[in-house]
């Protein structure tokens, strides 16, 4: 069975699309991966359609070689690798391969960058302090943020949060994360009042809006990720300087404040959906540098 070989390939694709669910984005750049791997081979080693048991350790690495030569970041290296990884592995279970090239394949370290957080007084301002038109958009902004505040949930997650995964006996949202795994998080009652009130007033102000998903545009139509982004950015402004001002900023921000007020680090990688605590430990990363600060400017001897 070859890397290009249809079967091979789409049967790869498939499992990602139906059994781990991927979204479309993801699964289409295990897809570039593993496309521009295959032209390498055809490339530089005249190996069109090679078998899987052609392919070497030895030219993957090179593979890897010439995409540091181009200045791929040590990110982008990383991702193909995992690529690679996840391509192997399907086919080393499916018996298709009876080991896998990369075991000696080694991924370059990442220097990892604290995540940026917008602080907490500024969050504040935003809510006590900044003036939200009084207009469907601004209603619709202001709600967007807060649910983004209060749960720290993804982009992906919060356009796709429909009317039915809102529990206002419990106080609960419930999210539809990655891979369709869902969690249960809980809310402020002030926050499922707010959300009580959009989804009466979407009835009462909009014509046929949709009733399916929470958040919807002027015209009753499901927002869109694009404006969602274009939302946050605008009204973050207004209150921090930080570099980044997006979504994913209000998550790192749920995260890092929940941290520094004390919350326990097994709960935030429930809240925010982490299949694995590595990946919320890099808040604690953040909580140990406000410490620091705290600590310079409040103790005599610092």
């Known amino acids: 069975m070859a890397i290009s070989d249809h079967n091979a390939l789409e049967a790869f694709i498939a499992y990602l699309t139906f059994e781990k669910r991927y979204s479309r984005h993801t699964v289409l750049a295990y897809q570039d991966d ?53 391509f192997f592995k399907y086919h080393l279970r499916r018996g298709n391969l009876e080991k896998t090239p990369m075991s000696s394949v080694t991924a370059p370290k990442i220097s990892k960058k604290l995540p940026q957080y917008v602080e907490q007084q500024d969050m504040n301002t935003l809510f006590s302090h900044v003036e939200f038109p009084d207009t469907w958009r601004g209603h619709t902004d202001r709600l967007l943020l807060s649910i983004f505040y209060n749960t720290g949930m993804r982009l992906s997650e919060l356009v796709n949060l429909r009317e039915s995964q809102v529990n206002a006996a419990g106080n609960t949202l419930k999210i539809l994360g990655k891979g369709n795994k869902e969690r249960l998080v809980p809310v402020s009652p002030e926050l499922i009042a707010s959300i009580q009130g959009y989804i009466s007033r979407k009835r009462s102000e909009l014509k046929t809006p949709d009733t399916t998903y929470l958040l919807v545009n002027e015209k ?59 990946a919320t430990q890099i808040y604690t990363h953040n909580t140990i540098e406000k410490l620091k600060d705290v600590y310079k400017k409040a103790h005599p001897k610092a």
Do not use: C
């Not at 030219?59 to 540091?68: E, F, G, P, T």
């Not at 009204?235 to 930080?242: E, M, P, R």
């Not at 404040?257 to 709960?267: F, T, V, W």
């Open 220 to 278: 009753g139509k499901k927002l869109a990720p694009r404006s969602v982004y274009q939302s946050v950015n605008n009204w973050l402004k207004t209150v921090t300087t930080i570099d980044k001002k997006s979504p994913h900023v209000l998550r790192h921000t749920f995260a890092t404040h929940l941290m520094n007020n004390g919350a326990d680090i097994n709960a935030v990688k429930e809240l925010l959906g982490h299949s694995s605590l590595a």
């Open 34 to 86: 593993l496309q521009e791997f295959t032209k390498f081979l055809a490339d530089q080693f005249e190996m069109v359609n090679p078998a899987l048991t052609e392919i070497s350790a030895s030219m993957i690495r090179s593979w890897l070689a010439a995409l540091k030569e181009e200045n791929k970041s040590a990110r982008t290296i990383n991702r193909k690798i995992s690529s690679l990884k996840s």
